[in-house]
């Protein structure tokens, strides 16, 4: 996509379904035969033609970001970790101990024996130098850790709900095609069953007609079936109950400038919420390590106390002290390999992000491309001669030189043509919003204002 190109929809689906069914209307008589009925073709339940309220994709991602209750959880996450640095920067808790000796047994000698004492003793551990430090960087790598989770979850909503969004409007837009098929080839079979009832057509034209309306009434409810899926998914990370109705979307043109590839891929390898948050995480993990090292450097154990001895003068004595990481071998050692292998293993967890990000952007950015030419060769070519060829079918029909089979193929053609110029302009917006998810910004197929 090297050229400045623009999706817009093509000719309205109605204009096809107006100038075929005018052709087609050539064909009917002005009186059916006395007696000849068209036989019913019954539609399946839940597929009636509805008129739904419209509903923009930034109407969606609006309340996607005031109600999604994933977004909100690791919102409320941030929160609970945002108190950990002045915690871990604090003192340790310090103790208070009540001590008794007594000389002598069974007897209390306090008061009558000069080493008989009752007393307290206050101790209190102080880390060494640089372990608060240490621990308060840790604790703040988690704050930074919980963030980036926040924006790569609210990327990745935003992604599913667009994408979400076009697939069902996708859906609707193929329920119209499908229903105005069906409307032509209704007429057409009611052509069909005429021109046998006086001896001008086979029964199996008729027969054949109503196998082509019900093939459609069977893709009519998977496509209704696709509906409710997609409008569930929506509700779903909404918050909303299920069963809401979402309502039709409706969108804007979709164009894309002059985005070399190489740029798109660089720009996400910046700005993907997913590579920042790997990125503080071996932020995190570095922090731990530096805490294990300053770890092996002794504490600092202070007390003092008093002795209380009855009639005799009362003593006060202070300490201090260390502890001794005698278990260096054994204990500090074997942590702090462990966290040097974890912090390897989450850089290269770093380079293996990179290289799926980058597979991401360029196939998602293929996937656009490919869908932007196929959309203009079915909108420019495929359909408006699929629709001049059965414009065509339907006047030879009417004269008798082409048969009932081939103006049915002629339909289906159309049909079906007219459903892959949806689907590849469905793909384009897809494609499009995957990129848009590790840029964090707009490429014209969701709003700027939701990745603000």
């Avoid at 130098?129 to 926040?150: M, N, P």
């Avoid at 967890?349 to 079915?378: F, G, K, M, N, P």
């Amino acid at each position: 996509m090297n050229h400045r190109s623009s999706l817009r929809r093509g000719p309205k689906s109605v204009h096809y379904i107006i100038v075929l069914l005018t052709a087609a209307s050539a064909l009917l008589p002005t009186q059916r035969v006395s007696g000849q009925q068209a036989p019913p073709h019954p539609e399946p339940p839940g597929i009636e033609r509805r008129v739904p309220e419209e509903v923009t994709l930034e109407a969606l991602l609006d309340e996607l970001l005031h109600d999604n209750k994933e977004l909100e959880a690791a919102s409320t996450r941030v929160l609970a970790v945002s108190a950990r640095p002045e915690r871990a920067a604090s003192l340790p808790d310090p103790s208070l101990a009540l001590v008794y000796r007594n000389v002598g047994f069974p007897e209390f000698s306090l008061g009558r024996e000069m080493m008989t004492q009752l007393g307290f003793r206050f101790t209190q551990a102080i880390p060494g130098k640089g372990k608060r430090s240490h621990r308060r960087a840790l604790a703040e790598r988690d704050i930074e850790v919980a963030e980036a989770h926040v924006e790569s979850i609210r990327r990745r909503l935003i992604q599913e709900v667009a994408t979400s969004f076009y697939e069902l409007d996708y859906v609707y837009e193929s329920i119209d095609i499908v229903h105005e098929t069906r409307a032509l080839l209704l007429d057409l079979e009611e052509t069909a069953e005429t021109r046998y009832a006086v001896g001008e057509g086979l029964q199996q034209d008729v027969l054949k007609g109503q196998v082509e309306i019900s093939v459609l009434l069977n893709r009519l409810v998977q496509l209704d079936q696709q509906r409710a899926s997609l409008e569930a998914l929506i509700n779903r990370k909404l918050g909303r109950r299920p069963g809401t109705p979402v309502g039709r979307p409706v969108h804007p043109a979709l164009e894309i400038g002059e985005l070399p590839v190489e740029a798109l891929a660089a720009e996400a390898a910046r700005s993907s919420a997913a590579l920042t948050a790997r990125s503080q995480r071996i932020d995190q993990q570095q922090a731990a390590v530096e805490l294990v090292r300053s770890d092996r450097r002794p504490d600092l154990l202070l007390s003092g106390g008093y002795m209380n001895r009855g009639s005799l003068p009362g003593i006060w004595e202070m300490n201090v002290g260390i502890n001794l990481p005698i278990r260096k071998d054994s204990r500090q050692d074997l942590e702090l390999e462990e966290h040097q292998r974890e912090l390897d293993a989450r850089r290269l967890d770093h380079v293996d992000t990179v290289q799926a990000i980058e597979l991401v952007v360029h196939d998602s950015y293929l996937r656009a491309d490919r869908a932007v030419r196929l959309t203009q060769l079915y909108r420019d070519a495929i359909v408006p001669q699929a629709v001049l060829s059965l414009e065509s079918a339907i006047a030879g029909y009417g004269v008798g030189t082409i048969d009932f089979p081939a103006l049915l193929d002629n339909v289906v053609t159309l049909l079906t043509y007219r459903l892959e110029l949806e689907r590849e302009e469905t793909n384009y917006a897809t494609a499009t919003v995957r990129i848009e998810e590790h840029l964090g910004r707009s490429l014209g197929v969701t709003p700027d204002e939701a990745w603000q």
